[in-house]
């Protein structure tokens, strides 16, 4: 194929020779080119963003942990949990190497941190990291994905659209989910008695919803209404306005 194409060049050259330099920058620049395959550049930009992905969200999840940290209910749950397993008076135990204050805080605070991730369940955006939520392990298991999806559809339409049968709590949550337009973590980080709430009123039936939607934006404009911020921002708005582009002419 190279040899081909190197022939056709040539025939080329021989018949505009008035190309010559045009001719010679654009064999040696191929010549010369780079010859990698797609296929790993591919896979090394996969690892590299999944990489990314991976530390991004340890960097999230233990912010997460160390804001739970800071709130009176769960520090005091958790130092509580601490003092029964006798991790605290551990923790102060001077032993061969004196401790300064400092270490002894440090040490009580990681002790604090570990217990609060081992009992408390973050739900969304700042879960712990799961690695087959990686791009690659996402790409790797898109077929089963697919399959999966395909054969979760059949039985879907199978059950409720052709036999008729009555939706239990799982899909009656689906839907109320994709009537809010919210990802799985998004829903998943929603309040148990707020779910309980949604099944109560029947959001998944199209026309609850719509009511329910209807009473949360009248309410978010009382709220807007009240709100000193926003009544500053329409003054202006009204005022004001946008900044506006005039032009002058000479």
């Given at each position: 194929m190279e040899d081909e194409e190197t022939r056709k060049d040539y025939d080329y050259m021989l018949d505009h020779p008035e190309e010559y330099y045009s001719h010679y920058y654009h064999y040696y620049s191929r010549r010369l080119a780079p010859k990698v395959d797609v296929r790993v550049v591919i896979l090394v930009t996969v690892c590299a963003i999944s990489m990314f992905q991976y530390f991004s969200w340890w960097?999230?999840?233990n912010k997460a942990i160390s804001y739970l940290a800071t709130v009176p209910k769960y520090r005091i749950q958790a130092t509580e949990i601490a003092k029964e397993q006798g991790?605290?008076?551990?923790?102060?135990?001077?032993?061969?190497?004196?401790k300064s204050k400092e270490e002894i805080r440090d040490e009580e605070e990681s002790i604090i941190k570990n217990i609060i991730k081992s009992k408390i369940d973050i739900k969304g955006g700042y879960q712990k990291p799961q690695v087959r939520d990686l791009l690659l392990f996402q790409v790797i298991l898109a077929p089963f994905h697919l399959c999966s999806y395909i054969a979760w559809y059949c039985r879907w339409v199978y059950n409720f659209n052709i036999r008729g049968r009555e939706y239990g709590e799982?899909?009656?949550?689906y839907l109320i989910r994709k009537s809010m337009?919210?990802?799985q973590s998004q829903f998943d980080s929603l309040e148990d008695h707020q779910k309980e709430t949604f099944l109560k009123r029947e959001l998944w039936i199209k026309e609850n919803y719509e009511v329910y939607k209807q009473e949360q934006d009248e309410e978010?404009?009382?709220?807007?209404?009240?709100?000193?911020?926003w009544k500053r921002y329409r003054r202006w708005m009204k005022n004001e306005g946008p900044g506006r582009l005039t032009f002058v002419d000479d």
């Open positions: 960097n999230s999840y991790l605290l008076k551990k923790a102060k135990e001077k032993g061969k190497n004196k799982e899909e009656r949550l337009k919210m990802s978010l404009k009382k709220k807007l209404a009240n709100d000193p911020r």
